[in-house]
Structures are given as C-alpha cells and as structure tokens.
C-alpha cells in the first residue's frame, strides 16, 4: 500500500533499437514540463513469448512525480476556470482547435459532440484535470489478435506482481468490444487465476443473462474459461433500481479485506490494482459520458454511481467514479479498430474542452498504458511527439 508521500514509480520497459516496429511509448507530462515530454520509441511485448514471459531490460526515463494523495484530492476540488459551458451556437461548425477543438483527417473541424450538451443550456459541472503526472504507454500493434496477447502480458504481470505483494489480484472490466481481447488470457497457465476479485468498472442495469449484461459478456469469453471462484466476481444484484444496484455494488466492495482491496488516502478510496476500459466514440470510459454529471463526481460521491439516462443504451448503469479508477494503480485503455481512430488522435494529441473527453480525466496512480492497433493509431502523428510540446498540445483558451 502506498502511502501520500510515496511517489509513483518509474515504469520499466525493453528499449530496442529495432526501427521495425510500430510501438510508442509516450509520457503523459505536466503542461509546460518540456523536459519531461519526449515520448520514447520501444518495441511491444514479444508476442511470441507471451505465454513465457520474459525479463525486461533497461529503463526508460518515465517518471511520475506527483504523490497518488494529489491525484485523488485533487478531484474534490473546484476550481473555477474549469466550468464546462460553451456558449451555445457560437461555433456552430465545431470547437475552435484553440479552444481544444480538433480537425478531421477531411480538414474540417470536428462537429461538437452528440452527446446531451454541450451548450449553455446545460447544467454548469466542474471538472479537473487531477495534477498529477503519470506514465502513459502507447502501443501499438499489427492486428488486434496481437493486441489481445498485449493486453494479457500486461493482465498476468500485473496479477503476478499484485499477488506477490497482498496475496490477491483486484480487477475491473469494462463492457463493449474489450472483453473480447480478455479471451486471449484463458491459455495463460502462469496466471493463478484462484486469487482474482472480478468487478466491473461499469455495468448494465439488465438481468445478469440478459445479452446487454456486461457480466454476461465477460463470463462467455473469458470468467466461464478460467478458475476464478465465482464468488469473487462481483455481480449486481438483479431487480433493483440503477441508485439501489449502485449502492449494492459498493457494499459488495466495501466487503472486500483491505487486504484485498486497500483503501488509500483521506477519502479512503479502494485502491484497484488494475482497470481495463474501452473508450467510446465520444471519449466516454466506463460509464462516465461527456460533459456529465457522474463524469465531474467528487471522491465523496461514492464508490459507485447510478446513470440513468445513458447516451448509450441500455439508459441505466452503474460506474465506478472518476477518483476511483484514478485511484488504481494501472489503467489499461484498449481501443481497436478504424471507429476509434479519431477519438484516440483526439485524446491523445488535443486538449478538449473540461468534461468533453471523459478519457483524458483517467490518471491512474502507477501508468497509463493506450492498446492500439494500426487502425485505432492511424491518425496519430506520433512522428511528431518528438518535439518537446508538453502534452496536452493545445492550449485551453478561455
Ligand atoms: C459499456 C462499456 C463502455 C465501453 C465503451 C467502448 O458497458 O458500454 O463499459 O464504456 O467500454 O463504450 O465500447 P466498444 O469498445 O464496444 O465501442
């Protein structure tokens, strides 16, 4: 368990000098933090050894320097000059790219977004880019097979080492076309799957049979293959309301050993060790959407929230918050396909607007890690990530 004054330590990956290869690892640095902002090129996890996983080797220089206590505090703060109104009908073909708006590959702007607002006839939400700093990983790989051996080297050494140090391996997974990529985890046999705890970072208000149920999608793919006990997947409880299911949710966490799951500073947040989400079009991750009011909620909100009126069916859900999934030690974004291409160049080249892009708040405490493939990563110009602008590019104009 880390403590407020411990910082966040560096992330380790092979350096290659191998040019053959469409891997970037990138660092998300704190604006104006020129020195910190050189991406690093590496090369992705040797997919053919990703049943034998091997020893990696130099370190690149990623270091994020803020304690874990700001990125979860900073959440509760308010500060003024974030207020997610755009006056309405004032850009009508798109934000401006100065004020976080982003081009298409067509050259036109991007048309605003077709979630509820953003104008201002919506209610005022006050979001925060949390301060921190923390290391974010771009790979990307050829196909998404190849992304889906990726993304289970990351899911058994993060098991590996969460069960080494507490004995037990907490993770949250999202719904969508991710949990196809869990698949590739079932022939893990140097994962000690018995020592899993399930949850899901956002869920379905339907029955836990029903094909809507993230549950369910999860457990044909990959919970049903795997010896997980099935009472260390949580579940929602069937039959409630989204603000009942969501407060039965939390109980079912709160049960959870702080030795399986720690709490960590003031607000005594859980401390997952890993979360895996897929993004939407529209930059949502979970179930927080754009310019909403789950996405803005505060670390005394609760552990999990009810939405109602989801943009994207089903209309209830439950979600975990934003402090939450900042509160865990890795994020894993997987974005696959030529239907992400625009909103991974959009999150990871151009400040949106506060609220806007719901996936530029994740700041998890120890890394970042983005799946690609060369479809999601078209629109990149990572060629460019080597001039030493700090990230986010743009600059939020008010
Ligand atoms: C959900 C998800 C949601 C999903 C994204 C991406 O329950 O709907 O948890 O956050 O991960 O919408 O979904 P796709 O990858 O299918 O586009």
Redesign the pocket.
């Known amino acids: 368990m880390r403590s407020a004054s411990t910082p966040s330590h560096a992330s380790t990956q092979t350096r290659r000098t191998n040019t053959n290869t469409n891997t970037v690892a990138a660092r998300v640095a704190k604006k104006g933090d020129a020195s910190q902002s050189e991406p690093v090129f590496t090369s992705p996890p040797d997919l053919e050894a990703l049943n034998s996983p091997k020893e990696h080797g130099s370190a690149t220089a990623a270091t994020a320097t803020k304690s874990s206590a700001s990125s979860a505090s900073s959440t509760t703060k308010k500060p003024s000059q974030n207020i997610n109104i755009i006056p309405i009908g004032r850009w009508a073909d798109g934000i401006p790219s100065a004020m976080g708006g982003h081009y298409l590959p067509s050259g036109s702007l991007a048309p605003l977004s077709n979630s509820k607002g953003p104008g201002i006839d919506i209610e005022p939400l006050y979001f925060d880019y949390p301060s921190s700093e923390v290391d974010t990983r771009v790979l990307v790989y050829d196909t998404p097979y190849a992304a889906a051996g990726g993304l289970a080297e990351e899911v058994a050494g993060a098991s590996k080492a969460a069960i080494a140090a507490k004995g037990s391996f907490t993770i949250a997974l999202?719904?969508?076309?991710?949990v196809k990529s869990l698949n590739a985890l079932v022939a893990r046999t140097d994962v000690d799957f018995s020592k899993w705890y399930v949850l899901f970072?956002?869920?379905?208000v339907v029955s836990l049979s029903s094909a809507d149920s993230?549950y369910k999608a999860a457990a044909d793919e990959f919970l049903s293959k795997v010896p997980i006990p099935s009472s260390q997947i949580l579940k929602i409880k069937e039959g409630l309301t989204a603000s009942q299911t969501a407060e039965h949710y939390a109980g079912q966490m709160l049960d959870l050993s702080e030795e399986i799951l720690p709490r960590f500073g003031a607000e005594k947040l859980p401390v997952l060790d890993m979360v895996l989400?897929?993004?939407?079009?529209d930059g949502?991750?979970?179930?927080l959407f754009p310019n909403r009011k789950e996405t803005a909620a505060c670390a005394d909100a609760g552990w999990v929230i009810p939405v109602v009126d989801s943009p994207?069916p089903p209309s209830a859900?439950i979600t975990l918050t934003m402090p939450v999934i900042n509160a865990a030690k890795k994020v894993v974004v997987c974005?696959l396909g030529e239907?992400?291409a625009e909103v991974v160049q959009r999150a990871l080249e151009v400040q949106s607007l506060p609220g806007a892009l719901p996936v530029q708040l994740v700041r998890p405490q120890e890394g970042l890690v983005w799946m690609l493939d060369t479809k999601s990563a078209q629109a990149l110009s990572t060629g460019t990530w080597e001039d030493k602008k700090a990230y986010p590019r743009s600059e939020f104009a008010s």
């Open positions: 999202s719904g969508g076309s991710l970072s956002d869920e379905r993230n989400l897929g993004v939407g079009p949502h991750v979970a179930s994207k859900r974005a239907g992400k």
